[in-house]
Nanobody, 122 residues
Framework: QVQLVESGGGLVHTGGSLRLSCASS????????MAWFRQAPGKEREYVGG??YYEDTLKGRLTVSSDTATNTVYLQMNSLKPEDTAVYYC?????????????????????WGQGTQVTVSS
């Protein structure tokens, strides 16, 4: 079965950078749309970026990349701010079911990792 495991979260100071990783198994990366979401306490889960669809959630401060050889997706975040503090989730959806209308909705993604905490101190 499909499994997603995130890593790379942690505590960073304002202005710092982090690279999150999402290791996938049980799937062929090229057949799925991969995405990163985040959820802060008391807030809804928010689309951050993905391998197929672009959303300027972090205002040019992020890069999503993937390595098909290792089935890993990365989220590089720069110039981090305290408001970026959240649990960051990796998600996957069959490419057939994702389009330009629903790509930002958590409901469009069938597979989720356990999340990794990112805390940005001021």
């Amino acid at each position: 079965q499909v499994q997603l495991v995130e890593s790379g979260g942690g505590l960073v100071h304002t202005g710092g950078s982090l690279r999150l990783s999402c290791a996938s198994s049980g799937m062929t990366l090229s057949r799925y749309v991969m995405a990163w979401f985040r959820q802060a306490p008391g807030k809804e889960r928010e689309y951050v970026g993905g391998t197929t669809y672009y959303e300027d959630t972090l205002k040019g401060r992020l890069t999503v990349s993937s390595d098909t050889a290792t089935n890993t997706v990365y989220l590089q975040m720069n110039s981090l701010k305290p408001e970026d503090t959240a649990v960051y989730y990796c998600a996957a959806a069959d490419s057939v079911g994702i389009n330009s209308v629903n790509y930002y909705s958590p409901r469009a993604y069938a597979y989720w990792g356990q999340g990794t905490q990112v805390t940005v101190s001021s």
